[in-house]
């Protein structure tokens, strides 16, 4: 039996023992039931009609009862609030009982509700849709309110018995329709929500919600694994949070006064501080942020600003004057280098001023050159803010300089200015050239042969000696002839084939490219003197000079000059065996001389001993000669060898003028003694410098005239001991002062006898081997002083003081 559409709303509304869902499956059931067996009944009826009368009878009124049956459940299912779609367990195309308000479409043979879009909302018709297959297939009942096109709420409840799948579709009534469009609502706030949440959840930043309490009620993947707490609940459960209390602090601060925060914060993730920027709302029952990780932008920023004050740094660094102005051609930066080209003040271009009024304050102060049309000129330079290229301009200063002024368009506005002063540049450039014709008219004119060759082998430059001088024809010295064509032509012409040295030094490694210098002969009997030079830019030069005249007279003179050195070894040879021969003959001349004049031997004439008495005198000079030369040989052959000892200057110089004594008073002469302090002390050899002494006393006893004074100085201080002997004889021409010192070279003219030439040739040596020195001062008519200065302590002394 069928409960009629008021029963099933009835019971619905008392919720008396069953559920609505459970009443309309029963009744769907029961109808179901009901159609199905009185289609099974009047099959029977029909077939039975023939057997009996009364069965016929009974048929009849078990036909009309079910007739009347199906117009009351025809009557229930066709109400105007109300339909219902019915599939049977095997059918695809479903039976549609009932209308609703607004309703013109049904489903189609497959099932779809996409009809039903006319008279409900696309998102209605979709939830519909997906509830409906679950349904069929799955057999999952549903209770839906969905929204018609004209915004009314329409209940849908889905049920699936045994036999049959039933969707029924019911307009509320007016005391239910405000629950309905509630219902509704709630439902598409659920949609969203779970929308927002899923889109919460798929977001690759961290998002949180809060309760009024301050405390987390939600988070996301991304906060949970921010936070390090694994999963989202976690998260929750355990009060795991991203950022910082303070951070927090200052979000709630920050909500007392406004509902919204915005600003960046730093959280450390994974041990690495990061940078987010937080964003959170707060509402009434709590708040809700999201962070985005902004640590590489902020990198990029810093590094960015970095880059750009790296940039401002080098530019300000520049003797290049730079300026920037932006896209309104207000300036925007300036370094160093422009502030001093145009001497303007600090204060006026921190101003930001118009490029166009510092064009024109540059005219009104003179800097800038006055143009016939100020103002086409200005509108030209100008341009550049309106140019897709770089523009160049030279400007010609009044002050004489060129600035050589490139304009270059930024791509997001404005232009840099380059303004290069190039008057150095173009000064250098004339005076280079300049240089370079000079050069090349110098080498030109040069006899000395220079050719360059780059480190390629190829020739740079050569002048007309080198050719002249090898004899080379104009192609092997053209410009960039190799060096193999050079090399080529002159090998025929040298003897010793030196160009193969040249090669390996122009074109060797860095070991062989080093400077050489030699002399090369020529088959024509020339000898030419050449010089390999590298030069900075790895060229290399070649100079060749004509030495042959040279190199003639140069053998000459060695040639010479070895006959000369024969010539004097042979002299020493000879001197040195002469005196060794002579020193035994004299000695016993002296020695019979003495004897001659002792008593014991017999008295002697007068006219004897005056003969004997000259013997005695000669030999002993002629002793003396041979002593100094013996002396001056030992010096020569460096085998001298010095009694260093304590000499005090009153005792040396006494015993000196002791032995000259004699001759002094032969002439009348006077001996002066000038000595301070004496008892001075100086360390050397006292018997040479007594030899020393005696012969620079005798020279001046020889030149002094009768009755005049030599004067023998000596002087002791600071790190010398000074020796000082003045006559007042004739002088000595300045002609002869460079031979003085000369060995056997006696003076010409005043003397009183001509010696051998020896005397001051000892001084000099035995003065030097103290370590010491000689100087003479003389002039004609003035006499003649003869200085020997002697170290206090000789080197060698010092050194094995030391």
Not at 155 to 180: D, N, Q, Y
Not at 186 to 207: F, I, K, N, T, W
Request: overall charge negative.
């Amino acid at each position: 039996m069928l409960w009629p559409a008021n029963a099933w709303s009835q019971s619905t509304e008392t919720g008396a023992g069953l559920s609505v869902g459970t009443l309309e499956v029963i009744q769907l059931s029961i109808f179901a039931g009901v159609m199905g067996a009185a289609l099974l009944s009047a099959i029977w009826l029909i077939r039975e009609r023939a057997r009996t009368a009364a069965q016929n009878h009974a048929l009849r009124e078990r036909i009309a009862e079910l007739s009347g049956a199906l117009q009351r459940s025809d009557a229930l299912l066709n109400l105007n609030d109300q339909r219902v779609v019915l599939w049977e367990r095997d059918s695809r195309k479903p039976a549609v009982v009932g209308t609703l308000p607004g309703d013109s479409g049904a489903p189609d043979e497959r099932g779809a509700f996409l009809a039903f879009g006319r008279w409900l909302t696309p998102a209605s018709a979709f939830a519909l849709e997906r509830a409906a297959a679950a349904l069929r297939e799955r057999g999952e009942a549903f209770d839906l309110v969905v929204e018609t096109s004209r915004g009314g709420p329409i209940e849908v409840h889905g049920r699936k018995s045994a036999l049959h799948t039933a969707i029924r579709f019911v307009a509320p009534a007016e005391s239910r329709r405000e629950l309905a469009r509630l219902r509704l609502e709630a439902q598409r706030l659920r949609a969203e929500h779970d929308s927002l949440l899923g889109l919460a959840e798929a977001l690759a930043m961290p998002v949180w919600v809060r309760d009024g309490e301050g405390r987390l009620a939600w988070a996301n993947r991304a906060f949970a694994e921010a936070a390090e707490a694994g999963a989202p609940g976690t998260a929750v459960s355990e009060g795991r949070e991203l950022l910082t209390t303070a951070a927090r602090s200052e979000i709630a601060r920050v909500h007392a006064a406004e509902a919204v925060f915005r600003q960046t914060l730093s959280a450390v993730v994974g041990g690495e501080r990061r940078m987010y920027a937080v964003t959170d709302v707060a509402h009434a029952g709590g708040s809700a942020g999201i962070a985005v990780d902004v640590s590489e932008i902020e990198a990029i920023r810093r590094e960015h600003q970095d880059t750009v004050r790296s940039h401002a740094d080098t530019l300000d660094q520049l003797n290049t004057a730079v300026a920037i102005f932006d896209a309104e051609a207000k300036l925007r930066f300036f370094n160093q280098a422009f502030q001093k080209l145009w001497d303007f003040e600090t204060g006026f271009l921190e101003s930001s001023p118009d490029n166009a009024l510092l064009l024109d304050r540059l005219r009104s102060e003179g800097k800038l050159a006055e143009q016939p049309e100020w103002r086409r000129w200005t509108e030209a330079v100008l341009s550049a803010y309106r140019s897709m290229d770089s523009q160049e301009h030279w400007w010609h200063l009044p002050d004489g300089r060129t600035i050589r002024v490139v304009a270059t368009p930024q791509p997001k506005g404005g232009v840099t200015w380059v303004f290069e002063d190039l008057t150095e540049k173009i000064d250098l450039e004339s005076r280079y050239n300049a240089a370079r014709r000079v050069q090349g008219e110098t080498l030109d004119n040069l006899a000395e042969g220079v050719a360059v060759f780059g480190p390629d082998g190829r020739l740079r430059l050569s002048n007309p000696a080198f050719r002249s001088l090898w004899g080379l024809p104009a192609e092997a010295t053209a410009p960039e002839a190799h060096i193999a064509t050079v090399r080529a032509a002159c090998d025929a012409l040298a003897k010793d084939g030196p160009w193969s040295e040249f090669v390996a030094v122009v074109t060797g490694f860095d070991d062989e490219r080093r400077d050489r210098h030699g002399q090369t002969e020529l088959v024509n009997g020339t000898i030419l003197s050449y010089a390999l030079i590298h030069l900075p830019n790895g060229q290399v030069m070649m100079t060749f000079v004509d030495v042959t005249d040279t190199v003639n007279v140069e053998r000459a003179l060695k040639d010479k000059n070895e006959a000369l050195q024969k010539a004097d070894q042979l002299k020493n040879d000879f001197v040195q065996h002469v005196s060794y021969e002579l020193r035994s003959p004299l000695t016993n001349i002296i020695g019979f001389t003495e004897l001659l004049t002792l008593e014991t031997t017999g008295p002697l004439n007068p006219r004897q001993r005056d003969y004997v008495d000259h013997i005695s005198s000669s030999s002993a000079v002629l002793l003396t000669i041979v002593n100094d030369i013996l002396d001056l040989a030992t010096v020569d052959a460096g085998i001298m060898q010095l009694d260093i000892g304590e000499v005090r200057l009153g005792n040396v110089v006494q015993s000196a003028a002791d032995l000259v004594a004699e001759r002094l008073r032969e002439h009348d002469i006077r001996l002066a003694l000038d000595i301070d302090p004496p008892g001075a002390v100086f360390h050397a050899d006292e018997h040479r410098v007594r030899q020393i002494l005696f012969n620079l006393l005798s020279n001046a006893a020889n030149y002094a005239p009768e009755g005049s004074t030599v004067t023998l100085t000596a002087r002791g201080a600071d790190a010398w001991a000074e020796f000082r002997v003045h006559d007042d004889g004739p002088g000595i021409a300045p002609d002869v002062l460079d031979s003085i010192f000369k060995r056997f070279e006696p003076r010409a003219g005043g003397g009183r006898r001509r010696g051998a030439g020896l005397g001051l040739s000892i001084v000099k040596s035995f003065v030097e081997l103290h370590g010491g020195s000689v100087d003479i001062e003389t002039g004609e008519g003035r006499g003649t002083s003869v200085i020997c200065r002697f170290p206090l302590v000789p080197a060698g002394m010092r050194v094995a003081a030391e």
